[in-house]
Nanobody, 122 residues
């Protein structure tokens, strides 16, 4: 089972990026999918999650700017990031877990991608 995150890069403040996470090895249609991020010296934090039924949850810091979506047919989850700020700079990880709702708790997520770097310049 693998999760492959991509789409990170360098962008100016106010810009946009779209992250993708492709899952392989099994079907994740009935899994909750999430995005987390981590900066050096800090704990990994929840960014956004989407349940298999489409329910979503966002961290307060990204509400109104980020949007999570998924294409179950492609076994792929996306994170559209708009109005990016320098404080959004981090390594972003996608994750999958068996839970009925989009929850921000790391221990719910069994599978993790390798991370993709997002850097927002001021």
């Amino acid at each position: 089972v693998q999760l492959q995150a991509s789409g990170g890069g360098l962008v100016q403040a106010g810009g946009s990026l779209r992250l993708s996470c492709a899952a392989s090895g099994r079907t994740f249609g009935n899994y909750v999918m999430g995005w987390f991020r981590q900066t050096p010296g800090k704990e990994r934090e929840f960014v956004a999650g989407m349940s298999w039924s489409g329910g979503t949850k966002y961290a307060d810091s990204v509400k109104g700017r980020f949007s999570i979506s998924r294409d179950n047919a492609k076994n792929t989850v996306y994170l559209q990031m708009n109005s990016l700020k320098p404080e959004d700079t981090a390594v972003y990880y996608c994750a999958a877990g068996r839970a009925p709702h989009a929850v921000p708790t790391m221990r719910v997520y069994e599978y993790w991608g390798q991370g993709t770097q997002v850097t927002v310049s001021s």
